[in-house]
């Protein structure tokens, strides 16, 4: 097994690259899986990765050992300690970081999406491609202003649901909810229609906004369906991933088989 | 309007005491509440506020201004700006803090209660007491491992869920559910029944665990009703926080008027 001991190592040099920027892991194509929990459901999915790092005590790690028994054709690099920490975003690094290519979004006829616009925590964001991933929906679209979906703050707090799903990032959604055929459902204080009420049987997409401004109007205007989360509490609010769950949970709920 | 310029004032010693530890907002019995938004919430439940610190900024703000104006009885201070940014933990102060009085828990007879067990990120903890309040909870409990329900952080994600529930902490969860007269319903992988097809009408309690660990089997025992969150996507995994929010919402679904 290769050991990096310097930082000069270009490989090395690479990685810390990757870890800086969301501009530079798409230059490269390629991220890092932080952790056994990450890399597993990443295998879970068909996957393989690049390149396997490790530091010193993932070597005597019984969990680590057996992930690494299912990897085949990926190198294996040990790390000293200290650089290995300084690609990990954890205080306590589980030893284990797994360099993959950002998987290619597959085309898919939505029946079930997800549209977010200027979603920009990435604890928040993570929650709603958990969630997204757990109610079956085929495909999120990010806009722009959306935080980076492969960043090691989203992948940690999505569990795996990035693999799972196709997810589009960089997306003029105002073009996505023009072509959608379907149903477009944005949630708003002023609608009168209940979500609970609202058929949600057939194609649907649902629309989320920022977690400050909600939808911009332009997008807002473009709902089919603006629906209300009837909320009987003294305040009407929730937290935007919150919101998300509720939305994409009613939808499963309505689409069980009978 | 009595303007501190030093660290050495006692009074602002003691408000940085505040912002240190929990223990010395329990020993004090008061905390700060962090920018207009937590003050207008606190407000508009029929609270009143000890007293508000500004910085300068804040003085020629309108929206602070028109707030200071419904707050009768409490006196105002303005801290130099250095000095208030260290007692706020937002980036960008808003530029007002108020000194409040822990509200004392109404006992109540809990309807629709949650039961916290060791939630321990306090952005989960907000998200929660914010939709729980959204929802029309009556009373959320907290096992003493949970974050602390008055920090700072908790405060900023509940976005003034607070001030329209009763919120007992350090709580000991298996008396509070031996004693609850209604069904306690608990979220599991393993459970045969689907949440959806719960009967949620009547007094009910939902117990939610560790966001890693789930809840301890002590506590998952006295569950009356174990249920799962159909998932029909390929993985089988929501944030604490989501998963509370279907819980909260499918009742409050079921509970409408008719």
């Known amino acids: 097994m290769k050991h990096i ?99 290619p979004a597959k085309i898919v006829t939505a029946r079930f999406a997800l549209l977010l616009e200027a979603v920009q925590d990435p604890g928040n964001l993570g929650s709603m491609l958990r969630s997204a991933a757990a109610a079956g929906c085929d495909a999120v679209f990010l806009s722009p202003a959306c935080a980076d979906a492969w960043s090691p703050k989203v992948l940690r707090a999505a569990m795996g649901g990035h693999f799972c799903l196709a997810i589009y990032e960089q997306q003029d959604l105002f073009k996505v909810a023009q072509g959608y055929s379907g149903k477009l459902l944005a949630t708003t204080l002023q609608a009168t229609d209940s979500l609970f009420d609202c058929d949600l049987t057939g194609n649907i997409a649902f629309m989320v906004g920022n977690e400050g401004a909600g939808l911009t109007p332009e997008l807002r205007a473009l709902a089919t369906h603006p629906v209300t989360i009837p909320m009987p509490g003294a305040v009407e609010s929730l937290n935007a991933a919150a919101a998300t769950a509720i939305c994409l949970f009613e939808a499963v709920r309505q689409r069980r088989a009978p």
């Not at 690259?17 to 056994?36: C, F, P, V, W, Y």
């Not at 050992?65 to 300084?86: C, H, M, N, W, Y």
């Open 5 to 103: 001991q310097s930082r000069d190592n270009p490989f090395y040099k690479e990685l810390v690259k990757l870890t800086a920027s969301t501009r530079n892991r798409n230059k490269a194509g390629q991220t890092l899986l932080d952790g056994a929990h990450l890399l597993k459901a990443y295998l879970d999915a068909g996957y393989t990765p690049r390149h396997i790092l490790l530091n010193a005590a993932a070597l005597q790690d019984a969990e680590i050992t057996s992930l690494r028994q299912r990897i085949t054709g990926a190198p294996v690099t040990q790390l000293d300690d200290k650089l290995f920490a300084e690609l990990s975003e954890l205080k306590t690094p589980t030893g284990i970081l797994a360099l993959i290519d950002l998987p």
